[in-house]
T-cell receptor
Framework: DTAVSQTPKYLVTQMGNDKSIKCEQN?????MYWYKQDSKKFLKIMFSYNNKELIINETVPNRFSPKSPDKAHLNLHINSLELGDSAVYFC?????????????FGSGTRLTVV | GESVGLHLPTLSVQEGDNSIINCAYS??????FIWYKQESGKGPQFIIDIRSNMDKRQGQRVTVLLNKTVKHLSLQIAATQPGDSAVYFC???????????FGKGTHLIIQP
């Protein structure tokens, strides 16, 4: 069983569209994250949820809205997609919010906006 | 602000040689350090970790060294194999709400 699974793996869409990426973890972790990885491989945190509550919200356009229906799921909805949103988005989970037990990452969603 | 960085963005080694990937961190409050490996098309995968009360930890073919005096972390890979080709990230955590902070990554290239 995949520990952290995200769908879809690839997403190609036109500018201006709205899209969602889903993430689920079966590790029983209480904290989930969304990271954006740019073309230079830099991993930048976007959001962090602990027990369904937002605890980190980095400087991200408000076109990005995370939704956590329960602590095993953290979905990312993006409105009015722009060319600069093209990147690989990673979901991750951990036990506890302080990072002291490491994160488990999903396999990523490559978003291409054309 | 605090940051975690890597000295070399790309490291090229001969197959069979040992690889050393370095990382500098600036948050002296960090308690926990991890090395992640990211292969092409995949997410970062845990390799090895070390807590601040240790200065060395060994795994299978990998060793992590921590020098808190100079805030330096290194990953040593013994007898590098083609499957070791990947981007390697160091990450550090101090237990605060920010969680893990990642460095910029080093691309390890294995020459045949």
């Amino acid at each position: 069983d995949t520990a952290v699974s995200q769908t879809p793996k690839y997403l190609v869409t036109q500018m201006g569209n709205d899209k969602s990426i889903k993430c689920e973890q079966n590790l029983g972790h209480d904290t989930m994250y969304w990271y954006k990885q740019d073309s230079k491989k830099f991993l930048k945190i976007m959001f962090s949820y602990n027990n369904k509550e937002l605890i980190i919200n980095e400087t991200v356009p408000n076109r990005f809205s995370p939704k956590s229906p329960d602590k095993a799921h953290l979905n990312l909805h993006i409105n009015s997609l722009e060319l600069g949103d093209s990147a690989v988005y990673f979901c991750a989970s951990s036990q506890g919010a302080g990072g002291l037990y490491g994160y488990t990452f999903g396999s990523g969603t490559r978003l291409t906006v054309v | 602000g605090e940051s975690v960085g890597l000295h070399l963005p790309t490291l090229s080694v001969q197959e069979g040689d040992n690889s050393i990937i370095n990382c500098a961190y600036s948050n002296s409050a960090s308690d926990y350090f991890i090395w992640y490996k990211q292969e092409s098309g995949k997410g970062p995968q845990f390799i090895i970790d070390i807590r601040s009360n240790m200065d060395k930890r060994q795994g299978q073919r990998v060793t992590v060294l921590l020098n808190k005096t100079v805030k330096h972390l290194s990953l040593q890979i013994a007898a590098t194999q083609p499957g070791d080709s990947a981007v390697y990230f160091c990450a550090e955590a101090g237990g605060g709400a920010d969680g893990l902070t990642f460095g910029k990554g080093t691309h390890l290239i294995i020459q045949p």
